[in-house]
Nanobody, 120 residues
Framework: VQLQASGGGLVQAGGSLRLSCAAS????????MGWHRQAPGKEREFVAS??????????ADADSVKGRFTISRDNAKKTLYLQMNSLQPEDTAVYYC????????????WGQGTLVTVSS
């Protein structure tokens, strides 16, 4: 599966962005798609995921994204989304979409990332 992320940019604190990740290739019916992010000088961290068939979602345990970010997908367009509201400077990072087979623990297929910069 090839992944193409887009939608990043510069936004002021309190603003919103919607990231997209277009998938091409094999069917996604047995896959989980997720968003991760890597802030400058920090390790990459999980943000949210969705089971492509059924739409079950999961978010990072930290309170940093719960209630502000929403993951969704469009089956027909084979596109993953991340709606990000009330953005804060600490959300500044490169955001990556990735896939893994259902039941696997590790994501093994990554897109190229899209940069989100939140100014204060």
């Amino acid at each position: 599966v090839q992944l193409q992320a887009s939608g990043g940019g510069l936004v002021q604190a309190g603003g919103s962005l919607r990231l997209s990740c277009a998938a091409s290739g094999r069917t996604l019916s047995n896959y989980v798609m997720g968003w991760h992010r890597q802030a400058p000088g920090k390790e990459r961290e999980f943000v949210a995921s969705i089971l492509w068939s059924g739409g079950i979602t999961r978010y990072a345990d930290a309170d940093s994204v719960k209630g502000r970010f929403t993951i969704s997908r469009d089956n027909a367009k084979k596109t993953l989304y991340l709606q990000m509201n009330s953005l804060q400077p600490e959300d500044t990072a490169v955001y990556y979409c990735a896939t893994k087979r259902r039941g696997e623990s590790r994501y093994d297929n990554w897109g190229q990332g899209t940069l989100v910069t939140v100014s204060s």
